[in-house]
């Protein structure tokens, strides 16, 4: 040694302070070693036996697991049967109980890796971001794992088919299907990345939450201590709510800031549509409305023949009987099972008077044979998503009595009676938050006309296999006569119900009982409760011009007692899909003033 330091000239006096030393830390550096190497132990030996095991069982699960009990069958010379039932008992157990050992173990190792990672990269934030790796990688990698073995081979091999290259594969395929389990990886690895770091900041580090947890605990500060665990839990909390919210939506994809301050579920498939989540769309008739298209196909002898079978107050061989013309005997027994089958999911037919009069009905129908091409052809539903859209701008004027005026109203949603009916059903009406404002030139004032909050009506035809009750509902501020002659807001709510009937040449003609309560005004009681009826006709034609002409009639018997009278004609053009022209006249009689009024408005849908 003595020769090695002359040949390589070190100065003598260098190497004894640097013998001294290592002579005085050599102990103090051992026990730390030894320290390191102990709690590292058990997780080191954790580590390797669970990645063992792991690797040998994904090596029998995904290679040699299907052949393995039929070589120990051949080398035992047992039946291979009973070999196969006795190893894939044993596999699950076996395979369950070392994959939870190894999760354990790629869980647990970064905490007592802390120490042997100080030691090479000293105290900061790099022993830290590599147990943070490597308690959180794990967890992404095996869900990831799970996710892509999950995969449907099927559509693999259809895209390989049709010529899907690798790539191809993987990015339309693979990876969206893999997509939800690598998330459940992320919000899981983030948990334990979470307390690793913490548990790292505890074992070393100078700095940081988990060393607050111990320094806060060492001197009994129990409110800072749990001051720190309060940001933790909030922190683990946010961390994973948003990878939940990564996993709910596409990442980049905003549809929450293209929607208003209010939205309907026909706006939510719109912006779906639009933002190509949704290749194509296809609109099924339900069954009640393939029973109303069958039932138009047939004259009435015929209609209520298919539903005296279908109710079992006939019996099935009336489709083929001299009431039911033989060029429509397909059409009614269609007519009859579809009938049947809508009051069975209606939970109006029990099961086997269900099961004995459909097996009847197909018994005869399949006596017909299949339908001709031109018997008849159920018509698509109209498409909601087609009609005009759901917001509604309106700008008008008109003239009542001696004044004149212009008005502007909004509605946020959605569809009133007199708007065009492509792609809503006839005779509907769903309003919510409503407001119209009117300026009188006589007055020169603005004033607010109306807020209808909720104003519901369904006019539903009864026909031979529907007998629907309408309704109607209405709610919010309007302005109304008083004793003094003059118009004031007051609140109103009304409810009523009727029948309706669909009159050929005609139209729907309703017929409904009403009651309204009045609340404000400037009369004496300043309320009013009274009930009375209306009647009216709605009429569609040529899908562009829609007429309505009613008449109510309400007696307030409570309250301040009045009659009021109400005639109406409104007419509506659909100029396109998302413009009209709506015209009206409307006669009123109200504490025995008469009132008559005409409008005209401009309406854009948006």
């Not at 029973?291 to 279908?310: F, H, I």
Request: hydrophobic content about 45%; overall charge neutral.
């Amino acid at each position: 040694m003595v020769e090695w330091i002359r040949n390589h000239d070190l100065d003598p006096a260098w190497l004894e302070r640097a013998r001294s030393a290592f002579e005085g830390h050599s102990t103090q550096l051992g026990q730390g070693l030894l320290g390191a190497v102990t709690h590292t132990f058990y997780g080191a030996v954790s580590l390797i036996i669970g990645i063992f095991f792991s690797v040998f069982f994904l090596f029998f699960t995904l290679r040699d697991g299907y052949r393995f009990p039929s070589w120990l069958a051949r080398s035992t010379s047992l039946d291979e049967e009973t070999v196969v039932d006795v190893v894939s008992l044993s596999r699950d157990s076996v395979r369950g109980y070392f994959r939870g050992t190894a999760i354990t173990a790629l869980i647990t190792a970064p905490i007592f890796m802390v120490p042997l990672l100080i030691l090479r990269f000293g105290f900061g934030y790099t022993p830290r971001i590599i147990a943070v790796a490597l308690a959180a990688g794990p967890m992404v990698m095996i869900n990831a794992a799970t996710g892509f073995r999950r995969v449907d081979r099927g559509k693999i091999a259809l895209a390989r088919s049709y010529g899907a290259s690798t790539l191809q594969i993987f990015w339309k395929i693979r990876a969206p299907m893999a997509l939800p389990m690598i998330f459940v990886g992320l919000m899981v690895g983030s948990i334990f990345g979470l307390l690793t770091a913490v548990g790292a900041e505890m074992v070393g580090g100078g700095f940081g939450l988990g060393n607050r947890l111990t320094s806060y605990s060492s001197m009994i500060q129990m409110p800072q201590f749990f001051a720190v665990v309060l940001i933790l839990s909030i922190l683990g909390i946010l961390i994973y709510v948003l990878f939940f919210l990564l996993d709910a939506g596409r990442p980049g994809l905003r549809l929450t800031d293209e929607c208003r301050p209010w939205v309907i579920p026909l706006d939510t498939v719109r912006l779906v549509q639009q933002n190509g989540l949704v290749v194509d769309t296809a609109w099924r008739p339900s069954r009640a409305s393939r029973v109303r298209s069958l039932a138009s196909l047939l004259p009435q002898q015929e209609r209520l023949a298919a539903r005296s079978v279908a109710l079992g107050e006939s019996r099935a061989q009336r489709l083929t009987g001299p009431d039911v013309a033989q060029e429509h005997r397909t059409v009614t027994a269609d007519l009859a099972a579809e009938y049947l089958q809508y009051r069975y999911a209606k939970k109006e037919v029990p099961s086997d008077a269900f099961n004995e009069r459909f097996l009847q009905i197909l018994g005869e129908r399949s006596r017909m044979g299949g339908a001709g091409k031109g018997d008849y052809e159920i018509p698509a539903p109209p498409r909601p998503d087609q009609g005009h859209l759901s917001n509604r701008l309106s700008f008008g004027g008109g003239v009542r009595e001696n004044d004149s005026f212009i008005e502007m109203g909004i509605r946020p949603a959605y569809h009133g009676l007199m708007d065009d009916d492509s792609g809503y059903v006839e005779g509907s009406q769903i309003i919510f938050t409503g407001i119209g404002l009117r300026y009188s030139f006589e007055t020169e004032r603005l004033m607010l006309q109306n807020v209808d909050l909720i104003d519901i009506v369904s006019i539903s035809p009864r026909g031979d296999f529907f007998q629907p009750v309408s309704w109607k509902v209405r709610t919010g501020l309007a302005r109304k006569p008083g004793e003094d002659g003059m118009d004031h807001l007051v609140y109103d709510l009304t409810a009523g119900a009727g029948l309706a009937w669909d009159i050929p040449l005609l139209g729907l003609f309703y017929v409904m009982g009403e009651v309204e309560g009045d609340l404000g005004g400037r009369s004496e009681e300043r309320w009013a409760l009274g009930s009375g009826g209306s009647a009216g006709v709605l009429r569609s034609i040529d899908g562009t011009w829609k007429i309505h002409a009613f008449a109510r009639d309400v007696y307030y018997a409570l309250g301040d007692r009045h009659n009021a009278l109400e005639l109406s004609f409104q007419a509506g053009f659909a100029c396109r899909a998302n413009g009209s022209l709506t015209a009206g006249v409307t006669w009123k009689r109200s504490y025995g003033v008469r009132d008559t009024e005409g409008t005209l408005s401009w309406n854009l849908f948006f």
